[in-house]
Protein backbone atom coordinates (compact mmCIF):
# COMPACT_ATOMS: atom_id res chain seq x y z
CA UNK A 1 0.00 0.00 0.00
CA UNK A 2 1.69 3.41 -1.01
CA UNK A 3 1.79 6.13 1.60
CA UNK A 4 2.86 8.73 -1.13
CA UNK A 5 0.80 8.77 -4.01
CA UNK A 6 1.46 10.82 -7.28
CA UNK A 7 -1.83 10.10 -9.31
CA UNK A 8 -0.41 11.91 -12.06
CA UNK A 9 2.14 9.79 -14.17
CA UNK A 10 2.68 12.74 -16.59
CA UNK A 11 1.41 16.32 -17.31
CA UNK A 12 2.55 18.37 -20.32
CA UNK A 13 2.63 22.61 -20.06
CA UNK A 14 3.43 25.42 -22.39
CA UNK A 15 6.61 26.98 -21.60
CA UNK A 16 5.88 29.98 -19.44
CA UNK A 17 2.80 28.78 -18.21
CA UNK A 18 2.45 27.46 -14.48
CA UNK A 19 2.93 23.30 -13.87
CA UNK A 20 1.42 22.05 -11.04
CA UNK A 21 2.34 18.83 -9.59
CA UNK A 22 0.33 17.09 -6.84
CA UNK A 23 0.93 14.57 -4.41
CA UNK A 24 -1.02 12.97 -1.67
CA UNK A 25 -0.12 10.85 1.45
CA UNK A 26 -1.59 8.57 3.88
CA UNK A 27 0.67 8.95 7.00
CA UNK A 28 -0.58 11.62 9.20
CA UNK A 29 2.86 11.16 11.38
CA UNK A 30 5.04 12.53 8.33
CA UNK A 31 6.17 15.84 9.11
CA UNK A 32 8.40 16.87 6.38
CA UNK A 33 8.11 16.28 2.79
CA UNK A 34 10.48 16.55 -0.04
CA UNK A 35 10.62 17.16 -3.81
CA UNK A 36 13.29 15.36 -5.95
CA UNK A 37 14.07 16.03 -10.00
CA UNK A 38 15.26 13.41 -12.16
CA UNK A 39 16.46 13.94 -15.75
CA UNK A 40 17.22 10.85 -18.14
CA UNK A 41 20.52 8.88 -17.01
CA UNK A 42 20.65 10.52 -13.52
CA UNK A 43 20.03 10.19 -10.19
CA UNK A 44 17.43 11.96 -8.85
CA UNK A 45 18.23 15.49 -7.35
CA UNK A 46 16.99 17.54 -4.61
CA UNK A 47 14.86 20.50 -5.14
CA UNK A 48 12.64 21.76 -2.66
CA UNK A 49 11.20 20.47 0.90
CA UNK A 50 8.89 21.57 3.34
CA UNK A 51 8.30 20.96 7.23
CA UNK A 52 4.69 20.01 8.68
CA UNK A 53 4.58 23.44 10.37
CA UNK A 54 4.31 25.52 7.27
CA UNK A 55 2.37 25.95 4.52
CA UNK A 56 4.21 27.14 1.73
CA UNK A 57 7.89 27.32 0.91
CA UNK A 58 9.40 28.81 -1.61
CA UNK A 59 12.60 28.56 -3.73
CA UNK A 60 12.85 31.17 -6.87
CA UNK A 61 10.60 29.79 -9.42
CA UNK A 62 9.69 26.68 -7.42
CA UNK A 63 6.80 27.20 -4.51
CA UNK A 64 5.71 23.62 -2.60
CA UNK A 65 2.60 23.98 -0.61
CA UNK A 66 1.25 21.86 2.02
CA UNK A 67 -2.08 21.53 3.07
CA UNK A 68 -2.67 18.79 6.01
CA UNK A 69 -5.92 18.49 7.19
CA UNK A 70 -6.42 17.14 2.90
CA UNK A 71 -2.67 15.41 3.24
CA UNK A 72 -1.67 16.82 0.25
CA UNK A 73 1.20 19.28 -1.29
CA UNK A 74 1.81 20.38 -4.78
CA UNK A 75 4.86 21.22 -6.39
CA UNK A 76 4.63 24.85 -8.42
CA UNK A 77 6.72 25.81 -10.94
CA UNK A 78 6.43 29.69 -12.46
CA UNK A 79 7.18 30.19 -15.07
CA UNK A 80 8.02 26.49 -16.55
CA UNK A 81 10.58 26.05 -18.55
CA UNK A 82 12.28 23.73 -21.03
CA UNK A 83 14.71 22.86 -19.03
CA UNK A 84 12.02 21.69 -16.24
CA UNK A 85 10.77 19.26 -18.24
CA UNK A 86 12.42 15.87 -15.88
CA UNK A 87 10.89 13.50 -13.56
CA UNK A 88 9.18 14.85 -10.09
CA UNK A 89 9.16 12.21 -7.33
CA UNK A 90 7.67 13.28 -3.86
CA UNK A 91 9.12 12.29 -1.32
CA UNK A 92 8.03 11.74 2.86
CA UNK A 93 10.44 12.32 5.67
CA UNK A 94 10.39 8.77 7.27
CA UNK A 95 13.70 7.07 7.89
CA UNK A 96 14.01 6.14 4.97
CA UNK A 97 12.50 8.15 2.34
CA UNK A 98 9.22 7.27 0.93
CA UNK A 99 8.67 7.82 -2.78
CA UNK A 100 5.75 8.26 -4.68
CA UNK A 101 5.65 6.84 -8.33
CA UNK A 102 6.83 10.27 -9.93
CA UNK A 103 5.50 12.79 -12.35
CA UNK A 104 7.63 13.22 -15.73
CA UNK A 105 6.50 16.76 -16.66
CA UNK A 106 7.42 17.79 -20.24
CA UNK A 107 7.83 21.34 -20.77
CA UNK A 108 6.81 22.45 -23.96
CA UNK A 109 8.32 25.09 -26.24
CA UNK B 1 34.15 15.72 -3.82
CA UNK B 2 32.94 13.24 -6.63
CA UNK B 3 29.43 12.00 -5.42
CA UNK B 4 27.98 8.96 -4.78
CA UNK B 5 29.28 6.42 -7.54
CA UNK B 6 27.53 3.37 -9.42
CA UNK B 7 29.22 0.89 -11.26
CA UNK B 8 28.80 -0.84 -13.51
CA UNK B 9 26.23 2.09 -15.67
CA UNK B 10 24.61 -0.75 -17.57
CA UNK B 11 24.35 -4.17 -17.29
CA UNK B 12 22.91 -6.50 -19.76
CA UNK B 13 23.26 -10.36 -18.73
CA UNK B 14 21.82 -13.91 -19.13
CA UNK B 15 18.39 -15.19 -17.15
CA UNK B 16 20.49 -17.31 -14.70
CA UNK B 17 23.54 -15.23 -14.15
CA UNK B 18 24.69 -13.53 -11.27
CA UNK B 19 24.68 -9.99 -11.39
CA UNK B 20 26.72 -7.44 -8.75
CA UNK B 21 25.95 -4.00 -8.50
CA UNK B 22 28.80 -1.49 -7.15
CA UNK B 23 28.20 1.85 -4.98
CA UNK B 24 30.65 3.84 -3.16
CA UNK B 25 29.02 6.45 -0.97
CA UNK B 26 29.97 9.73 -0.31
CA UNK B 27 32.96 10.04 2.73
CA UNK B 28 31.23 10.85 5.67
CA UNK B 29 27.60 9.84 4.71
CA UNK B 30 26.84 7.16 7.36
CA UNK B 31 23.49 5.99 5.77
CA UNK B 32 23.60 3.85 2.65
CA UNK B 33 20.01 3.17 0.64
CA UNK B 34 19.60 0.68 -2.68
CA UNK B 35 16.72 1.69 -4.69
CA UNK B 36 15.30 -0.16 -7.44
CA UNK B 37 13.14 2.18 -10.24
CA UNK B 38 10.32 0.77 -12.27
CA UNK B 39 7.46 1.93 -14.75
CA UNK B 40 4.75 0.17 -12.39
CA UNK B 41 6.50 0.66 -8.69
CA UNK B 42 8.27 3.96 -9.34
CA UNK B 43 11.22 3.76 -6.64
CA UNK B 44 10.94 1.69 -3.99
CA UNK B 45 13.68 0.59 -0.92
CA UNK B 46 15.22 -2.66 -1.42
CA UNK B 47 17.33 -1.81 1.77
CA UNK B 48 19.91 0.28 3.87
CA UNK B 49 22.49 0.48 6.06
CA UNK B 50 23.50 2.39 8.93
CA UNK B 51 27.07 2.46 10.01
CA UNK B 52 28.08 -0.32 7.99
CA UNK B 53 24.69 -2.51 9.53
CA UNK B 54 21.38 -3.58 7.76
CA UNK B 55 18.78 -1.90 9.04
CA UNK B 56 15.69 -2.55 6.94
CA UNK B 57 15.53 -5.50 4.24
CA UNK B 58 11.93 -5.53 4.00
CA UNK B 59 11.95 -4.54 0.40
CA UNK B 60 14.30 -7.19 -1.06
CA UNK B 61 11.80 -8.58 -3.30
CA UNK B 62 13.60 -12.46 -2.65
CA UNK B 63 15.98 -14.45 -1.93
CA UNK B 64 17.49 -14.10 -4.54
CA UNK B 65 18.64 -10.14 -4.14
CA UNK B 66 21.04 -9.66 -1.12
CA UNK B 67 22.98 -6.76 -0.17
CA UNK B 68 26.31 -6.33 1.67
CA UNK B 69 28.00 -3.48 3.30
CA UNK B 70 31.80 -4.97 3.94
CA UNK B 71 32.82 -1.20 5.34
CA UNK B 72 32.02 2.58 4.85
CA UNK B 73 32.93 3.31 1.56
CA UNK B 74 31.94 0.32 -0.23
CA UNK B 75 28.50 -1.64 -0.45
CA UNK B 76 27.40 -4.02 -3.28
CA UNK B 77 23.74 -5.34 -4.41
CA UNK B 78 23.85 -9.28 -5.69
CA UNK B 79 21.15 -10.71 -7.67
CA UNK B 80 21.47 -15.17 -7.89
CA UNK B 81 20.34 -16.18 -10.13
CA UNK B 82 18.83 -13.03 -12.18
CA UNK B 83 15.34 -13.06 -13.98
CA UNK B 84 13.85 -11.00 -16.53
CA UNK B 85 11.45 -9.32 -13.91
CA UNK B 86 14.66 -8.05 -12.36
CA UNK B 87 15.58 -5.42 -15.21
CA UNK B 88 15.51 -2.13 -13.93
CA UNK B 89 17.62 0.87 -12.78
CA UNK B 90 18.94 0.50 -9.40
CA UNK B 91 20.66 3.31 -6.96
CA UNK B 92 22.28 3.82 -4.61
CA UNK B 93 21.88 7.27 -2.15
CA UNK B 94 24.07 7.84 1.13
CA UNK B 95 22.85 10.73 3.35
CA UNK B 96 24.34 11.52 6.95
CA UNK B 97 22.05 12.51 9.66
CA UNK B 98 21.63 16.26 8.74
CA UNK B 99 21.61 16.28 4.67
CA UNK B 100 19.35 15.25 2.57
CA UNK B 101 19.66 11.43 0.16
CA UNK B 102 22.29 12.21 -2.84
CA UNK B 103 21.82 9.77 -5.13
CA UNK B 104 24.44 8.14 -7.54
CA UNK B 105 24.05 7.71 -11.56
CA UNK B 106 21.97 4.54 -11.53
CA UNK B 107 22.75 1.50 -13.00
CA UNK B 108 20.17 0.07 -15.54
CA UNK B 109 19.79 -3.82 -15.30
CA UNK B 110 18.43 -5.55 -18.41
CA UNK B 111 18.27 -9.27 -17.74
CA UNK B 112 17.35 -11.41 -21.42
Known amino acids: DQQVKQNSPSLSVQEGRISILNCDYTNSMFDYFLWYKKYPAEGPTFLISISSIKDKNEDGRFTVFLNKSAKHLSLHIVPSQPGDSAVYFCAASDTPLVFGKGTRLSVIA | DAGVIQSPRHEVTEMGQEVTLRCKPI?????LFWYRQTMMRGLELLIYFNNNVPIDDSGMPEDRFSAKMPNASFSTLKIQPSEPRDSAVYFCASSSGTSGYTFGSGTRLTVV
Open chain 2, 27 to 31: SGHNS
